[in-house]
């Protein structure tokens, strides 16, 4: 007897250990019975808040789905515009289970398939988006309309998934590497050309000012010269003025300073040498001064 009394308690046990389940903050539990979701009497999916529950041992089993926001960041995808012009896009979009029984029924509790098809009907309405702009409509300013519209069509199709779309972002838009380095290769040719075009305004400015300031130059020199030849002529005019005043108060003193002069000028060189006449008028004051000396 008490060996099945023990035996008894055991199994009890086991079945109050198998008829509890906790979920945790985060999640939420849907149970399955005999394959189906259970429902309620309104005929509502039963959906187990966070906390402490009871199930139906060994019939009764509980899938906990995740309940919080999440974010799918998939791959960049290629997309064409309505001038046919193709852009690299890189979306990303916030999700949650809005209906977990749907959401079990469409994709059997995996996120995994979830996302994948998420992200087939993201890119879908992008693409349909997309192909109604041009890249000017797209850059200039309707990226919020854009997305917008994309997070509607969307909603609309995930709705049977048991899905909420939250938030539908593009994160960045780029020009595939080939077309890219066209219009890379096409601004560089273009700035070159404003380049040359500002270098050659600029020589010509320069040749400009240079041709200016050598005019100016030119006639600062000249009236310099000018005024140095008339200052000249000024000051040989006076020496002039005062050589005749000092000449005509006495003659024979004048003409003795010259002959100095002459003779200093005439024998400055030691190895010049001078052949004139003894007579000659030129050493008429060394003659004179000879006589003198002789007498």
Wanted: hydrophobic fraction near 40%.
């Amino acid at each position: 007897m008490r060996n099945l009394l023990i035996v008894v308690a055991v199994i009890l046990a086991i079945l109050g250990y198998s008829s509890l389940f906790t979920v945790s903050e985060g999640e939420r539990a849907i149970v399955i019975r005999f394959g189906k979701i259970a429902q309620d009497e309104s005929g509502q999916a039963v959906v187990y808040q966070p906390g402490l529950h009871f199930k139906v041992p060994f019939i009764e089993q509980i899938r906990k789905l995740d309940a919080r926001v999440k974010t799918l960041d998939g791959q960049p995808d290629r997309f064409i515009t309505s001038e046919q012009k193709d852009l690299i896009v890189d979306a990303f979009v916030k999700w949650r289970i809005s209906d977990f029984s749907q959401f079990y029924l469409s994709t059997g509790g995996n996120e995994r398939q979830a996302e994948d098809l998420l992200m087939r009907r993201i890119n879908s309405g992008l693409r349909s988006e997309f192909g109604t702009r041009t890249i000017r409509d797209i850059v200039s300013g309707e990226r919020d309309e854009l997305m917008e519209q994309a997070l509607v069509q969307a909603g609309d199709g995930a709705s049977d998934l048991g899905v909420q779309i939250l938030d539908v972002r593009v994160k960045q838009i780029n020009l595939p590497t080939e077309v890219s380095q066209s219009i890379f290769a096409r601004m560089r040719a273009e700035r070159n050309a404003v380049a040359r075009e500002h270098r050659a305004e600029g020589r010509a400015e320069a040749e400009f000012i240079r041709a200016d300031i050598d005019a100016r130059v030119t006639v600062m020199l000249a009236d310099a010269q000018r005024q140095a030849r008339q200052i000249r002529g000024e000051g040989d005019a006076e020496a002039t003025r005062i050589y005749g005043e000092s000449y005509s108060q006495d003659p024979e003193f004048f003409a003795f300073l010259r002959s100095m002069e002459a003779y200093r000028a005439s024998f400055a060189g030691g190895d010049d040498v001078l052949v004139l006449s003894p007579d000659s008028e030129f050493f008429r004051y060394l003659s004179q001064m000879s006589g003198t000396n002789n007498d």
